[in-house]
């Protein structure tokens, strides 16, 4: 069938959808706009055979919905109605929650239900349950849709809320209040009201006297204080009491602001006599707490896991967890597992501390020179067998540090944009005019960076990119990640293995040395961010200022992006 995407934003449920739709056969056309009129134009334009809306935050109008049956794709259960679906489910606590793929009507979300798909909650961030969980059930209910509505003999049912397994209904629009934190509320309160606004809009707050909007929360089982006291400090982020213990904030935003680690919105003043309390990556602690690297050993396995906030990697961050490999790789270990975040492996430099800078471009250059030190620490490692293990998506620099990995594993169901150019004619660095090439070949390594095209993790291992892609969840992609990593480990396979490194490594060296990729793409990023031309710069502050809108290169036919 010819498939029209509509979508409010290109992002990873659309394009993860676009993806598989591709995959399954189907000619599919990609417009990301949240004007009726262009919708209209597209669908006159493209002529579709059915409409898929994967996230849309406008109604389809109607001339387009009375021509071709489209399918909005709402992340609530049967009869949840309403744009804050996933809001209230966390703020709720409810316990599972699903997503109905319903056909559009002249009543939001109240259309014939295709299809619909559930699934357990965690006590996450909402941005972090729509890009696993949601998306996950997203894909099977649209995909489900999709293959009942081709066959021809499928009727939708109409929503009745006198049925008794519809327990969803209309709910308002969650207002600013309803997640306003009062700091004498008990921890899993505040947890939850941070929690459904993140990543967008925020929790409302006011810290040290700032009025501001929260992101990012923890709970803590040790520190304690007072209510709205200020208790520690810990790479950026903050602990507060609560009205029954303490919580760590990672991340505010001031009124005009952008979103910064906590610290650095405070400022010195407000934190003055507020202690650091470090935690190294390998120190035990017992009890819940946060800190964003940290390590652990299994046997000859060493698991390093970095939890950078949406996976953006300051200088300081970059430089951090690249002292906590050099420290994983004196360990008497044969296997180092980067295993990244929970909800995000990696998407690079971190565009909103670049942008809050004295120096934006200044500080460009300083995080992508820490980026291209961590990835050749990873590259040069000939005394163990490395292995990235993504269990999240990954983005521009993001995807390249994966590849410095001997092996590259990732969670079914995951997307990847192997590029930088959408950041206004990004050059792009990490060794990628290395490490890229020797995954896929240099016309489709120049095909990924020119195409601003999204790829499924599937679609990945299947080119070439990762090496293999497994589990359907967090928790399976993980226990299969410590089999895998253990199997590794037999001690004459890692001695010809490293050995193997070595020798392809001095080849490599020979035909071209690694640092010369490195100057080569150096200096097309010292243009990028020092010379004449704007557009970067401009990109940057249109994406930390104004969101993320869909680049102008997107490709319009998903053809063009997925061939």
Same mark, same amino acid.
């Given at each position: 069938m010819r498939i029209l995407v509509l979508c409010t934003a290109y992002n990873g @449920?659309?394009? @993860?959808a676009a993806c598989r739709l591709q995959e399954l056969g189907h000619d599919v056309v990609v417009q990301a706009t949240g004007d009726p009129d262009v919708m209209q134009q597209a669908a006159q334009r493209e002529r579709p055979d059915l409409i898929v809306a994967p996230m849309l935050k406008s *109604? #389809?109008?109607? *001339?387009?919905?009375? $021509? !071709? !049956?489209? @399918? #909005?794709?709402?992340? %609530? #259960?049967? %009869?949840d109605r309403g744009p804050s679906s996933l809001d209230w489910a966390i703020l709720d606590g409810e316990r599972e929650w699903g997503v109905t793929v319903l056909q559009a009507a002249a009543e939001m979300d109240a259309g014939d239900i295709w299809a619909t798909s559930t699934f357990a909650m965690r006590g996450v961030g909402k941005s972090e349950l729509y890009r696993h969980e949601v998306s996950q059930a997203a894909l099977r209910a649209l995909l489900q849709a999709v293959e009942r509505y081709e066959s021809g003999l499928h009727t939708p049912r109409a929503l009745d809320y006198a049925e008794a397994e519809v327990r969803g209904r209309l709910r308002p629009p969650m207002r600013a209040s309803d997640r306003q934190l009062d700091w004498e509320l008990p921890t899993a309160t505040l947890l939850r009201r941070v929690r459904s606004g993140d990543s967008a809009p925020g929790a409302r707050a006011t810290v040290a006297g700032l009025a501001c909007h929260a992101y990012d929360a923890w709970p803590e089982d040790a520190l304690r204080g007072h209510p709205a006291q200020l208790l520690a400090q810990r790479e950026g982020a903050i602990c507060i009491g609560t009205g029954d213990g303490a919580l760590w904030l990672t991340h505010l935003r001031a009124r005009e602001g952008i979103k910064l680690p906590a610290a650095q919105v405070l400022g010195a003043q407000r934190l003055s006599g507020v202690s650091e309390r470090p935690l190294a990556p390998d120190a035990e602690h017992q009890g819940q707490t946060w800190r964003d690297i940290r390590y652990v050993e299994r046997g000859p396995v060493g698991y390093l896991h970095f939890d950078f906030y949406n996976g953006a990697m300051s200088s300081e961050q970059c430089e951090r967890l690249r002292l906590a490999f050099v420290q994983a790789r004196q360990r008497p270990t044969r296997c180092i597992v980067l295993m990244g975040g929970q909800d995000v492996w990696s998407n690079g430099i971190h565009l909103n501390r670049i942008d809050a800078a004295p120096d934006p471009a200044l500080e460009s250059w300083r995080n992508i020179l820490a980026m291209n030190a961590l990835v050749r620490e990873i590259v040069l490692t000939d005394s163990h067998r490395v292995v990235s293990a993504m269990q999240g998506n990954a983005g521009a620099g993001g995807v390249i540090l994966a590849l410095a990995a001997d092996q590259v594993w990732a969670r079914g169901g995951l997307v990847f944009n192997p590029h930088y150019k959408g950041m206004g004619g990004l050059y792009g660095s990490e060794y990628w005019t290395y490490l890229l090439p020797r995954r896929v070949g240099a016309a489709r390594a120049q095909e990924l960076t020119e195409s601003l095209r999204p790829l499924s993790s599937e679609h990945a291992q299947r080119m070439g990119l990762i090496d293999a892609c497994f589990g359907e969840d967090g928790a399976g992609f993980r226990a299969q990640v410590a089999e895998r990593a253990l199997a590794l480990c037999a001690a004459e396979d890692v001695r010809k293995a490293v050995a193997a490194k070595r020798r392809r490594r001095a080849a490599d060296e020979r035909r071209k040395p690694l640092e010369s990729y490195g100057a080569e793409e150096l200096t097309h990023m010292y243009r990028n961010f020092f010379g004449p031309d704007p557009s970067y710069h401009e990109a940057r502050r $249109?994406?930390? $200022?104004k969101g993320a809108p869909a680049p102008a290169s997107t490709p319009r036919d998903a053809r063009e992006a997925l061939a």
């Open positions: @449920l659309s394009q @993860l *109604a #389809i109008p109607e *001339a387009v919905w009375n $021509r !071709t !049956t489209c @399918l #909005i794709v709402h992340p %609530g #259960i049967v %009869g $249109r994406f930390v $200022r």
